[in-house]
C-alpha cells in the first residue's frame, strides 16, 4: 500500500491562535500617542469639557422638560456651577494663603528636625561600631575633640528662596485660569448645541446597525462616566470630612485645608492618596516632637481610606461602576506621563468610557474584559 505524500495534520488549527497584532495597528497606536502628547495644550481643554458636559447634561435636560430652551437651561446651569465653584475657591483661599505664608518657616523646620534626627542616627551607628570594636577610641571622644567633646553641630541650611517659587506659583495660576475659561466656554457650547453633535453622528454612520451600536455607546458611555464622578465626588467628600475630624482631634494645624485637599486629591486613584500620605508626614514632622504624634496624621489617613476602600467604595460603585485595579494604576501612570495632573485626573474616566465601547463592539471586547473588574 502507498504511503500518503500528504503533510500530516498540524495538532492545533490555526484559527484558535491569537494573531500578534500587526505592524500596521502597532505604527497607528504609536502614531495616536504622538499625536495626544504633541497636542497636549488642545486635547486636555476638549477632554474636561466633554467629562463636564457628561455630567451637567442631564440637568439640562431636567430643564428641557420643563418646556426651557436648550440655550438658556445650558446659561441657567453653566452660572450656577460658575457660581459654585467661585464660592468654593473664595471660601478657601485665606487658609491656602495662610498655609502658603507658613511654607519658608515649615521647610526650616524640616530641615532641622531631618539634621537632628541624622546626627542621631550616625550616634547609633558608633556605638554599635564600638560594641563589636570595643578596642577602638570611644564615640564620645572622636580624634581631634579634647575632652571627649562633641564636635560642633553644623550650621542650618538656609531656607530656599521663596521668589522663585512665586513667581512659578503665579504663572501656573494664570496657565489654569486661562484654561479653566477654556473649559468652561467649550461645555457652555456643548450643553447649548443640545444633542447637534450626537445627531449628526448619527446620520453620518451608513447602516442602521452602526447608528444603533453608536446611540447605545454614546448613552451608557455618558451615563456610566457620570456616575462614576458623581459617585466619587460624594465618597471623596465624606472621607474629606472622616480625615478633617481625625486631624482636628489630634491637632494637627488647618484641618478643614487638609481635609479640602483629600477630596481634591483622592480624585487620582493610588498617586492622590501616596501625595497625601507623604504631606501629612512632612506636615507632622514640622509640627509636633515625638514620633507617635508625628505618624499619627499619615496613620489616620491611612486608616480612614484603607476603611473607605473596601467597605464603602464597593457598596456605592456598584458593580457596573467597578474597573479592575491593575488596570487603573496603569492607566493613572500612563496619563500622568502623558498629560501630568489633568491626564491623570481623567484616566478612570476614559477608561470606564472604553470599557463601556468595548461592550458593544466587539473588536474590543478583549480590553474590555481586562478594563472591568
Known amino acids: ?32 500617542i504622538g499625536l495626544l502628547y504633541a497636542g497636549r495644550e488642545f486635547v486636555i481643554p476638549v477632554a474636561l469639557a466633554a467629562l463636564l458636559t457628561a455630567l451637567l447634561r442631564p440637568a439640562v435636560r431636567w430643564l428641557e422638560h420643563r418646556r426651557l430652551p ?18 468654593v475657591v473664595w471660601g478657601f483661599s485665606v487658609p491656602v494663603q495662610g498655609w502658603a505664608e507658613k511654607i519658608p518657616q515649615s521647610v526650616t523646620a524640616a530641615q532641622a528636625k531631618l539634621a537632628q534626627l ?56 494664570t496657565s489654569f485660569i486661562m484654561g479653566m475659561i477654556e473649559v468652561l466656554l467649550l461645555c457652555w457650547l456643548a450643553l447649548a448645541s443640545g444633542d447637534l453633535f450626537y445627531e449628526k453622528l448619527l446620520r453620518v454612520l ?109 457598596l456605592v460603585y456598584g458593580h457596573r461602576l467597578r474597573l479592575n485595579p491593575v488596570a487603573v494604576l496603569v492607566a493613572v501612570m500612563f496619563w500622568w506621563t502623558l498629560w501630568g495632573v489633568a491626564g491623570a485626573f481623567l484616566a478612570v474616566p476614559i477608561i470606564a468610557a472604553l470599557s463601556v465601547i468595548g461592550r458593544h463592539v466587539p473588536e474590543m471586547r478583549p480590553l474590555s474584559e481586562f478594563l472591568s473588574d
Open 1 to 32: 500500500m502507498a504511503r500518503s505524500t500528504e503533510p500530516d495534520a498540524p495538532t492545533a488549527p490555526a484559527r484558535n491562535r491569537t494573531p500578534l497584532p500587526s505592524a500596521r495597528t502597532v505604527t497607528a497606536t504609536v502614531l495616536v
Open 70 to 87: 436648550t440655550a438658556l437651561g445650558a446659561t441657567i446651569v453653566m452660572v450656577l456651577t460658575i457660581s459654585i465653584l467661585a464660592g
Open 118 to 173: 541624622r546626627r542621631s542616627m550616625q550616634q547609633v551607628t558608633k556605638v554599635a561600631e564600638q560594641l563589636q570594636n570595643p578596642g577602638q577610641q570611644p564615640v564620645g571622644a572622636p580624634a581631634g575633640a579634647p575632652g571627649g567633646g562633641q564636635p560642633a553641630p553644623p550650621p542650618a541650611a538656609p531656607a530656599p528662596p521663596v521668589a522663585g517659587y512665586v513667581a512659578r506659583a503665579l504663572g501656573t495660576t
Open 206 to 314: 451608513p447602516r442602521a446597525a452602526d447608528k444603533r451600536v453608536a446611540a447605545k455607546v454614546a448613552s451608557d458611555s455618558e451615563r456610566v462616566v457620570g456616575s462614576y464622578v458623581l459617585a466619587s465626588a460624594l465618597i471623596n467628600a465624606c472621607q474629606a470630612v472622616a480625615v478633617g475630624l481625625a486631624l482636628w482631634l489630634i491637632k494637627m494645624p488647618d484641618p478643614v485645608l487638609w481635609a479640602m485637599a483629600c477630596f481634591v486629591l483622592e480624585f487620582i486613584p493610588y498617586l492622590g492618596g501616596t501625595l497625601m500620605v507623604g504631606l501629612l508626614a512632612i506636615a507632622g514632622l514640622t509640627t509636633f516632637d515625638s514620633p507617635g504624634h508625628i505618624l499619627a496624621a499619615p496613620g489616620a489617613y491611612l486608616t480612614i481610606t484603607t476603611l473607605q476602600n473596601n467597605l464603602v467604595s464597593p
